[in-house]
């Protein structure tokens, strides 16, 4: 080898047009996959608020009182006369989701 000359390498990145045709849709799958949506839950299955520590009848009185400020009329009369929870949490639902 002479003093003062550069080797050559041949490139060695095989077809340039496949790797960008690859890198591109490769590019174009993670962009679709980012506009994947998830079902949300419809608005009379979840209630405005934690309701973790109180119990089953309010919880159930609360998601009736709160379907039936959104439209949805729905009270058991029977349970609302006769459970005082499910009457506290019947009233407290239908007036918190009708600020909302």
């Not at 839950?41 to 109180?54: I, M, R």
């Not at 009270?75 to 239908?94: F, I, P, V």
């Amino acid at each position: 080898m002479k003093i003062g000359v550069r080797p050559r390498f041949p490139p060695r990145c095989g077809n340039p047009g496949a790797v960008a045709g690859a890198l591109a849709i490769g590019v174009l799958a993670l962009a679709l996959t980012g506009c994947e949506q998830t079902p949300e839950k419809p608005a009379s299955e979840a209630p405005p608020v934690n309701l973790s520590g109180y119990s089953k009848q309010f919880r159930d009185g609360f998601k009736d009182g709160c379907n039936s400020a959104r439209g949805k009329a729905r009270r058991n009369e029977e349970r609302y006369r006769a459970d005082t929870q499910y009457a506290r949490g019947w009233d407290d639902g239908r007036a918190i989701c009708q600020r909302r």
